[in-house]
Structure formats: C-alpha cells, structure tokens
C-alpha cells in the first residue's frame, strides 16, 4: 500500500483509523528506529487501509516532547510518511478552548499556530539541514494549506455543522503539566484559540518536506481563566472526546462528514 494521506490520531482520536477498509497494522515497536507510545489513548500502531477508497495511513498515538523525546524524534514518523510517498497530512488533536466563544465539542480547523517550544529554541529541524528532505529555512506563513483549509470548512458547511466548526490558532505548550490560568490568558492575549502539547513539530517537519497539511483539534475542555473557576484540566476529561473523519468515494480529499460525539 501507497498512502496519499497520513492522518495523526490525537488523544483519544484513535477512533479515526477504526473506518479503514483492508487494514494492516504495524505496531510502533515492531518498527525500526521509531519511538514509543507512552501515554493514555495513544495505542502506538500504525493502520494502513482504505478511507472510501483512499489508500490511507492513520498513526493512532503519536509521540509527545513530554515524553521525554527530542523534537525530531518525535516527528521521525512524518518523514516517514513522506518516504513512503504520503503527500497530505491531517493532524488531529485533543485541546483546550482558550478563544471565549468555544465549547466543549467544537471542532477547530487550525488557521496557524503559536510554539512555545520553538520561540524557546525547541524546533525540529535544528541541526544540520538534510537536503534531501527540504530546505534550511522553511516558510511557515502557509503551514496550514488555505485551499484544504477551504474544502473543509465548504463540506462542514454542506452538512449544516457550521455551529460547532471553528477556525483558529493552535499553541504549543511543552506539558506535561496543564496551562496556569495566568498562562492560559496570556496565551489568548497572543492571539491562540486553544492550547495542547503536539502537532506543532509535526506540522513544521511536514512543510519541510513539502507535504500539504490540514489540522484539526478538538477542544474537549475550556481551558480555566479565571480563579473563581472550580474547573480542572484532566486527561480523562481529554481522552471522552471521539472525532470521525470519513472522505468522500473517489475524491483525493473531501471531508464529507464530520461526527462530533459532544461530551
Ligand atoms: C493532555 O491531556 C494530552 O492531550 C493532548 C495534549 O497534547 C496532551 O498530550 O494530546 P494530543 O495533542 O496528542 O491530542
């Protein structure tokens, strides 16, 4: 099988690879040289297989810098996929609201994104530049493709799911430890919409290598804002959040139905 598309399965999204048809999995240990899942709602396999007739590649659980990985070891697998000749990836992730207006539930296409880690220095692509995958210094004012970025919001739109699709700005905190409050309004100050600790590095090493992205997160809690709030962050809280990604026959990528299980 020659995946086209890769699609990254956050916490609690792993759900996503359950619709391909002919599947064969890879679990991540059985691979040469990839790190390991460590955490709760990422099983650490690799599903390939048909979505509609689309020769795919889920990775359900990817590999977090709280772990204790390095940024490159962590996006090893989108080199991978490129190897493998993947041209689109679909970055899923679990979130918390920072952007007022959000709910639980709510789907947020990601417009851009805001790294912590990589204003402080943590980017994937530090170190001697492989030719062979991209260039040295990498344009990310177009990391998140505006024409997926269109159909998707187009075929939420078809589908009446326009209440509780959003579009925004996705920052990068290291974790493993939840935002502070004051964290949190600062981050929304900047400009972010939700906050989570993945997909940035992926993202970056992707667009190094020429892939098309689109990103999706799922904002399954707010995040707290205030100190009068009895709210608490919690990766159960997280992991009850279950998105459905299902593309439409015989077209490379159309988003046709999006399945928002509310918490
Ligand atoms: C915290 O509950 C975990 O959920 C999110 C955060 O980044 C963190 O790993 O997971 P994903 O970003 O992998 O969806």
């Known amino acids: 099988q020659r995946p086209k598309t890769a699609i990254i399965c956050g916490s609690g999204l792993g759900g996503l690879a359950d619709v391909l048809d002919n599947k064969t999995i890879f679990p991540c240990e059985d691979i040469p040289h990839f790190p390991r899942s460590t955490v709760a709602g990422h099983i650490g396999r690799l599903v390939f297989g048909d979505l509609s007739g689309q020769p795919c590649v889920c ?143 992926e993202v970056i090493v992707a667009r190094h290598c020429g892939l098309r992205v689109l990103g999706i997160s799922l904002i399954t809690n707010k995040a707290v804002m205030n100190y009068n709030s009895q709210e608490k962050a919690n990766h159960e809280e997280v992991l009850a959040g279950e998105l459905q990604l299902i593309l439409e026959l015989g077209k490379p990528l159309h988003p046709n139905a999006w399945v928002c299980i509310p918490l």
Do not use: K, W
């Not at 709280?66 to 689109?88: A, D, K, M, N, Q």
């Not at 974790?175 to 964290?183: F, K, L, Q, R, V």
């Open 59 to 201: 990775m359900q659980g990817r590999f977090h810098y709280y772990e204790g990985y390095s940024v490159s070891t962590v996006t090893f697998p989108i080199r991978v996929f490129f190897l493998l000749g993947v041209e689109i990836l679909i970055v899923t992730n679990a979130a918390g609201g920072l952007n007022p207006h959000f709910q639980v539930g709510d789907i947020m296409f990601i417009r851009d994104h805001i790294s912590m880690l990589g204003l402080g220095g943590q980017n994937p692509l530090r170190g001697p530049n492989d030719e062979r995958f991209g260039v040295r210094f990498p344009c990310m004012s177009d990391a998140y493709e505006q024409d997926l970025l269109s159909l998707a919001m187009e075929s939420a739109q078809e589908l009446g799911f326009l209440s509780f699709v959003r579009e925004g700005v996705y920052c990068l905190q290291a974790g493993p430890s939840y935002e502070t409050i004051a964290e949190c309004r600062a981050l929304h100050a900047l400009g972010g919409d939700a906050v989570g600790m993945s997909t940035v590095p």
